[in-house]
């Protein structure tokens, strides 16, 4: 596990965890898959949630609505 700054890196599949970890031992997993050795799609999900974000931001720019 690697922190910096509070961020907390996935051991398996090296994505950032912003949410409950799943703990191994001393090794931190984004979700069971990963501390399993399965591929996960931790890290598609989050991109799809930056998308998202991103997205609601942009149209609460142009419509003056703030969130």
Request: proline share 3%.
């Amino acid at each position: 596990m690697t922190w910096n700054d509070e961020m907390v890196w996935c051991d398996g599949c090296g994505v950032e965890i912003n949410w409950g970890p799943v703990m191994d031992g001393n090794r931190t997993y984004c979700c069971q898959d990963c501390a399993q050795g399965i591929p996960c799609e931790c890290g598609e999900r989050m991109e799809m949630d930056d998308e998202r974000r991103n997205v609601g931001a942009a149209s609460n720019a142009n419509t003056g609505y703030m969130a």
